[in-house]
């Protein structure tokens, strides 16, 4: 069965950094699009940044400069990095993959606060 697990959520103060992982199984992972989606509390799903299988990756406005997406196909792990983190950037986290097929995370917490 494919399978995506996000890991490296948690609390942070305002100002710091973390690093979600996501780890792939069960899926042709170099032949995928990734993507992070991110939904705060009362607000809809949002894509927060993607990397595509040509390469291209983009970024939602609201990161742009602070979020850097990346992917390592020789572990099937695409990774968020999240520096500089605010209080606005507070939500659940998903882990999305495409290509033809789709496949989501469970979704993990970035809570941002002090």
């Known amino acids: 069965q494919g399978r995506l697990v996000e890991s490296g959520g948690g609390v942070v103060q305002p100002g710091e950094s973390l690093r979600l992982s996501c780890a792939a199984s069960?899926?042709?992972?170099?032949?995928?699009?990734m993507a992070w989606y991110r939904q705060a509390p009362g607000k809809e799903r949002e894509l927060v940044a993607g990397i595509y299988v040509n390469g291209i990756k983009k970024y939602a406005d609201s990161v742009e400069g602070r979020f850097t997406i990346s992917r390592d196909n020789a572990k099937n792990t695409v990774y968020l990095q999240m520096n500089s983190l605010k209080p606005e950037d507070t939500a659940v986290y998903y882990c999305?993959?495409?290509?033809?097929?789709?496949?989501w995370g469970q979704g993990i917490q970035v809570t941002v606060s002090s």
């Open positions: 069960g899926i042709s992972f170099s032949f995928a699009h």
């Open positions: 999305k993959g495409w290509s033809g097929w789709e496949l």
